[in-house]
């Protein structure tokens, strides 16, 4: 699989702190994929207490770009 950064995922990865081992397993083997409003896909993956989101396009010749990571906190339940 071939993944291509743009630089304002690659800037994202730094400040947030997110591995490019962390995108690629999550482009891999995600939790679940969901398709955002623009039509670009967002994987997600789960961990303790946050996932991990990867927004990326996949080419027609099958390279990955992604577009942004973040990392969002996952509120236990209960949390009101």
Not at 38 to 43: K, N, Q, V
Not at 53 to 80: A, C, L, M, N, W
């Amino acid at each position: 699989m071939t993944v291509k950064f743009t630089l304002h995922a690659a800037r994202r990865m730094v400040q947030r702190r997110i591995s490019e081992q962390d995108v690629l397993d999550t482009i891999e083997s995600p939790d679940d994929i969901v398709v955002g409003e623009m039509g670009e896909s967002i994987a997600i993956r789960r961990h303790l207490r946050d996932e991990i989101r990867v927004v990326f396009e996949e080419k027609p010749d099958g390279v990955y770009v992604v577009i942004t990571v973040f990392r969002t906190r996952i509120s236990e339940q209960g949390d009101d």
